[in-house]
């Protein structure tokens, strides 16, 4: 009995440690990315079913990603797996999109598997959504399995973040791409899109000084930029120096913050005097970027920035801009009754910094336009000079709106 006793425990143990070898053999590390410099990131994506290893147990992380594994890792990481193995997006980045993108998800792609097709293009799902969801332009590829370059991803990211976040200040982004000593290599559109990828913490040069214009990018790559873009924890600070008093971290949509480049003295002071035309607005008023949003009351603010990207009703009543890459600044007055009254400091606040001893003039002609098409007069849009500057007004009196729209006078 005893004999018994001990045999049957002898194979109990060999059982219970045949599985947890196993176990362990399962969860060991692809056997070529121990101590590879992306070891943990290749490791949690690849947990995260972003990219799969090959079959004899190797990963290959410095082995080029192709344009459709790419998009297809793309797509997956803005997804979650659940306990039963399904995927769906995750709710952030269903936020994130544009009301127009966030319907396409809904009606074309509600039955979406995030799987390969059996059946023709393996990649064509995730290539169809990419495409449809505008972070590619399908057109610009003739081989979907050639390898992909760091121009190539770069423009993929740029569109992404066009479509989920916001872009940053061309101005500074360009700035700080010009250090790469390889940057004129890239056609002027290409450095269009490394400059937003660099400038967004997302990408990076080399030691050397270069970005790396037609390398390509390898797995191990893809996954590190992948996991920087949707995690924006992840991605490289990058700091503007304080020395250059032209440019300001100003806050954005979403609660971030963006670097702006404004291209003289009077743009960036102007942008102080945006703070101080909202304070005289009390509550109801909101400057993100550079531009300060009037609203009618409480509830007006609630109702416009509650509503999702790419809609174009409700707007607020008023708003004071700010262009820096044209140099131009602008007032855009929706004439509803009360508005000027509500107004009036604000305008005027803006008006006497930008036209100093003209402001007056500037009133009047703002003035006059404005309440002839509150009334519902008929207004033509014009072009004045006042001062050293050219005001085009522009009247849309069906929607009863004007812009007045402000730039240097050239000659």
């Known amino acids: 009995m005893r004999r018994r006793t001990v045999f049957s425990f002898i194979i109990a143990l060999l059982c219970f440690s045949g599985t947890a070898y196993a176990k362990e ?59 039963n193995g399904e995927r ?8 994130s999109l544009s009301t127009e993108n966030q319907t396409i998800i809904k009606q074309d792609y509600r039955y979406f598997t995030f799987k390969s097709a059996t059946v023709g293009y393996w990649a064509k799902p995730y290539i169809d959504i990419a495409s449809d969801l505008h972070f590619l332009n399908r057109s610009r590829y003739s081989d979907f399995q050639g390898d992909m370059t760091r121009e190539n991803v770069a423009e993929v990211l740029y569109y992404t973040l066009q479509e989920t976040e916001f872009l940053e200040d061309t101005q500074f982004g360009q700035q700080l791409a010009q250090a790469y000593g390889d940057l004129r290599s890239a056609t002027e559109r290409e450095q269009k899109f490394i400059a937003e990828a660099l400038v967004k913490g997302i990408m990076e040069g080399y030691p050397n000084g270069y970005f790396g214009v037609g390398d390509k ?52 002071d102007a942008y102080d005097v945006l703070k101080l035309a909202g304070e005289q607005r009390g509550t109801n008023q909101v400057l993100l970027d550079t531009t300060l949003r009037l609203f009618k009351d409480q509830k007006e603010k609630d109702t416009v920035t509650a509503s999702s990207a790419g809609v174009a009703k409700p707007q607020e009543e008023t708003a004071l801009w700010l262009d820096p890459q044209y140099n131009a600044y602008g007032i855009t007055i929706q004439l509803r009754e009360g508005t000027l009254a509500r107004n009036q400091e604000a305008v005027e606040t803006f008006s006497n910094y930008l036209f100093g001893y003209n402001a007056a003039t500037f009133r009047k002609w703002f003035n006059e336009v404005c309440t002839h098409v509150e009334a519902g007069k008929t207004v033509s849009s014009k072009q004045v000079t006042i001062g050293e500057d050219k005001v085009d007004i522009l009247v849309d009196g069906g929607n009863k709106t004007v812009i007045f729209s402000i730039t240097k006078k050239l000659g």
């Open 217 to 268: 990018v390898t797995r191990a790559q893809a996954l590190v930029l992948l996991n920087r873009l949707t995690n924006k924890e992840k991605r490289i600070a990058v700091i503007a120096p304080s020395s250059d008093k032209l440019r300001l971290a100003v806050p954005t949509t979403g609660g971030g913050m963006k670097t702006i480049v404004f291209p003289d003295q009077r743009m960036r």
């Open 25 to 83: 053999q399962t969860t060991l590390p692809f056997k070529d990315i121990k101590g590879h410099w992306a070891e943990k990131t290749i490791t949690e994506m690849v947990a995260k079913g972003i990219l799969d290893g090959y079959p004899n147990g190797s990963f290959q992380p410095d082995q080029p990603v192709k344009v459709d594994q790419f998009i297809k890792m793309l797509i997956l990481s803005y997804s979650d797996i659940h306990q």
């Open 88 to 95: 769906s997006f995750t709710p952030s980045f269903l936020q």
